[in-house]
């Protein structure tokens, strides 16, 4: 399954609390709450190129399927981590976050696991 193209944030569910579990000042909680997200994914076999654009803030990611990448968080922290595939999911470990992209279609529904906070994220395809 080829995961590329553009995808725009719908809905998500628990930004504000995983956002302050995981560090995030307030302002920029604020800030970023109400912004609709844009997600362009690049594939080419094994290797991704991830670009996340949240109003002014982009981050991007390339990581290659089972070898370790320097990864920015949500945080802008850099971290080193193996990205997994099992299937039409992307999985990866960073900083005690559990995160798992599922792709569905023209959906992908992103879910990011701090402790006992759970945030959901819900993009459809935009090109």
């Given at each position: 399954m080829?995961?590329?193209?553009?995808f725009?944030?719908e809905?998500?569910?628990?930004?504000?609390?995983?956002?302050?579990?995981?560090g995030l000042?307030?302002?920029?909680?604020?800030?970023?709450?109400?912004?609709k997200?844009?997600?362009?994914?690049?594939?080419?076999?094994?290797?991704?190129?991830?670009?996340?654009?949240t109003?002014?803030?982009?981050?991007?990611?390339?990581?290659?399927?089972?070898?370790?990448?320097?990864?920015?968080?949500?945080?802008?922290?850099?971290v080193?981590?193996?990205v997994?595939?099992?299937g039409?999911?992307?999985?990866?470990?960073?900083?005690?976050?559990e995160?798992?992209?599922?792709?569905?279609?023209?959906?992908?529904?992103?879910?990011?696991?701090?402790?006992?906070?759970?945030?959901?994220?819900?993009?459809?395809?935009?090109?």
């Amino acid at each position: 399954m080829a995961f590329s193209g553009k995808f725009q944030l719908e809905s998500q569910e628990n930004f504000e609390p995983f956002m302050k579990a995981i560090g995030l000042p307030d302002d920029l909680i604020q800030k970023g709450k109400d912004i609709k997200s844009v997600s362009e994914i690049e594939q080419n076999g094994n290797h991704f190129k991830v670009t996340v654009t949240t109003g002014t803030k982009v981050m991007v990611n390339s990581f290659t399927i089972g070898e370790e990448s320097e990864l920015e968080t949500l945080t802008g922290e850099k971290v080193k981590s193996v990205v997994h595939m099992d299937g039409n999911k992307l999985k990866v470990s960073l900083k005690g976050i559990e995160s798992v992209t599922e792709f569905c279609g023209d959906t992908i529904i992103a879910t990011m696991t701090a402790g006992p906070i759970v945030y959901k994220r819900i993009s459809k395809r935009i090109s």
